[in-house]
């Protein structure tokens, strides 16, 4: 199995940016799409963005499209998340997911077996 460790998290202004990274071991990086998911308080874990594992296929949620980048360097094993802009309503745990059934990415989160502990990003007003 992989196991996956998210860093960059903290708290930021409004109009702030952030990088996010998820550190992945244990298995062949390039095996695995990538996936990063956001869970705000009292909400369920929603879909952020993903990436294939070439990193050829990229796929945004709606509501993020235009303001969050994915990109992955399959010879460091990471997969990142940059955000631009920050509004308070980004504020969240973001967490890192993975799985090597698909060779293009998935939008779901029973599409990824594999998680990591989540980084809290908090957007002040």
């Known amino acids: 199995q992989v196991q996956l460790v998210e860093s960059g998290g903290g708290l930021v202004q409004a109009g702030g940016s952030l990088r996010l990274s998820c550190i992945a071991s244990?298995?062949?990086?390039?095996?695995?799409?990538m996936a990063w998911f956001r869970q705000a308080p009292g909400k369920e874990r929603e879909f952020a963005a993903a990436i294939s594992r070439s990193g050829a296929s990229i796929g945004y949620a709606d509501i993020v499209k235009g303001r969050f980048t994915i990109s992955r360097d399959n010879a460091k094993n990471a997969v990142y998340l940059q955000r631009n802009t920050l509004e308070p309503a980004a504020t969240a745990v973001y967490y890192c997911?993975?799985?090597?059934?698909?060779?293009?990415?998935?939008?779901?989160?029973?599409?990824?077996?594999?998680w990591g502990q989540g980084t809290q990003v908090t957007v002040s007003s």
């Open positions: 244990g298995r062949t990086f390039s095996n695995y799409a």
């Open positions: 997911a993975a799985d090597r059934r698909w060779t293009s990415y998935r939008t779901a989160v029973t599409d990824y077996d594999y």
